[in-house]
């Protein structure tokens, strides 16, 4: 029998982008720029991209379909790993908090740090700091 492995070839992603629905993409779009320092760099009339200024899109607001049930199995939490140091992400948090963003959780990953939060249509978001 041959072996196949060597013929096996693994993706080496380059970059990633998240697609979420969402109630209104266009009232969205400014929670994000707000909550997560993004900026809109294009729009449609059913979706709204935004950037953390490196890529094109980072993540895609797509408008759900009337109807559409929000929940069940789905996305547990989109992880956002932040620069800088402790007292940087420290600051992040109070920031949330001046922001009237309601802090989830904050864990001690015992590799990093995480504090996680809601968007307005309920998809949890971290900011996770590593340690390591």
């Known amino acids: 029998m041959t072996d196949l492995s060597k013929f096996v070839v693994l993706p080496r992603i380059r970059r990633t982008h998240l697609s979420l629905f969402v109630t ?32 094109h899109h980072d993540i895609a607001l797509i ?31 109070g920031q949330l908090l001046r922001a009237g963003i309601d802090v989830i959780k904050t864990t001690d990953h015992k590799v990093g740090y995480g504090i996680y939060f809601n968007d307005p249509d309920g998809h949890r978001f971290e900011f996770f700091f590593e340690t390591v």
């Open 63 to 93: 408008r759900a379909e009337p109807g559409a049930v929000v929940g069940g199995v789905a996305l547990q939490h989109y992880g956002l790993e932040v620069d800088g140091d402790f007292d940087d992400f420290r600051r992040l948090y």
């Open 24 to 55: 209104d993409p266009f009232a969205s779009a400014p929670w994000y720029e707000r909550v997560l320092g993004m900026q809109e760099t294009a729009r449609s009339d059913k979706w709204v991209f935004m950037s953390f200024g490196q890529k």
